[in-house]
């Protein structure tokens, strides 16, 4: 009985050394079988990979900016005031000079008019001393026919000729009264036309800062009146670009507040120098032809590419 026990146990060892040796040799060969269907497989294509890095090297030559005018101002009080009416609101379009709004006036109206009057008063004094010379002249033209015949003495004629000389002096203490009357005068009127606001252009009022019977100091701002062509985009370029962006070149413009749009800019100035600090020179385009939707301050792109 324990040979046999002993043989039984000799046959199972013999059978599970068999079967672990099988499941070895069964895992090379699926492992083999895996490296070479690895090796086997295609690579993958570097077509697309190739593209990006094209299109990564050549970028798009595109750049943005608002759309400018090159007349806009901000109308402030020249003087301390009331504002006695305003002619104009937004968004009325207005000529160069015309009345925008009138401060009150009626103080230095009142004083002009009195500087006139003394303007005038003493241009009458004036005229009267030189009529009285023109009579002195005359008395000492008689008096040198006389004192050339011995009818009168030689201080008879130092005499009227003193008499001249001293309203020679007369006509000029008075002449330049005259100057100082008429520069007062002139300085009202220019204090009178501070009262008056006015466009410096053809423009359209975009903003207006007060209302009619509210006082301003001087410098504060009135009005903000912009015109509305010619519609310019300035932008600055990489130096690498300096010698290929000529005068009159054109480029294509478009903005995303006007889709659809299709517009053209013509290369208007370029600056002579590149800033040091930045690397960069600044070009200014106009816009031609038919503008469209674009208005000044919305935001638009020119397209460089054809530069490349």
């Given at each position: 009985m324990a040979r046999m026990q002993w043989?039984?146990?000799l046959i199972a060892w013999t059978i599970v050394i068999a079967a672990v040796q099988i499941s070895g040799c069964g895992g090379d060969k699926g492992q083999s079988t895996m490296v070479s269907n690895a090796a086997t497989l295609?690579?993958?294509a570097a077509a697309?990979?190739?593209?990006?890095?094209a299109a990564?090297?050549?970028?798009?030559l595109v750049v943005s900016g608002p759309i400018i005018v090159e007349h806009e101002v901000d109308l402030t009080a020249q003087r301390d005031g009331v504002v006695a009416k305003i002619f104009y609101d937004v968004p009325a379009h207005v000529k160069a000079g015309t009345l925008l709004a009138q401060l009150d006036d009626r103080q230095l109206q009142a004083q002009l008019e009195s500087a006139r009057a003394k303007s005038r008063s003493v241009e009458a004094d004036l005229n009267n001393w030189?009529?009285?010379r023109k009579v002195m002249q005359a008395d000492y033209t008689r008096a040198q026919?006389?004192?050339a015949q011995g009818l009168i003495s030689a201080e008879q004629l130092?005499?009227?000729q003193f008499q001249v000389e001293s309203h020679d002096w007369d006509i000029k203490r008075v002449t330049e009264l005259l100057n100082n009357a008429q520069s007062d005068q002139h300085s009202l009127e220019l204090e009178l036309q501070q009262t008056r606001i006015v466009a410096p252009f053809d423009a359209v009022v975009a903003r207006r800062y007060v209302r009619e019977s509210q006082s301003v100091a001087k410098g504060d701002r009135l009005f903000w009146v912009t015109s509305e062509a010619p519609l310019l985009i300035r932008f600055t370029l990489p130096e690498g670009f300096f010698g290929k962006v000529?005068?009159?070149q054109e480029f294509a413009v478009d903005s995303p507040d006007a889709p659809g749009e299709q517009h053209t800019a013509r290369v208007r100035e370029i600056s002579p120098v590149v800033d040091p600090a930045s690397g960069t020179f600044e070009v200014l385009v106009e816009l031609t032809g038919n503008r469209g939707s674009l208005r000044p301050g919305m935001t638009a792109s020119v397209n460089l590419d054809h530069m490349q």
């Open positions: 043989m039984h146990k295609p690579a993958p697309p990979l190739d593209h990006l890095r990564a090297a050549v970028p798009e030189k009529a009285e026919q006389a004192a130092q005499h009227a000529r005068r009159g």
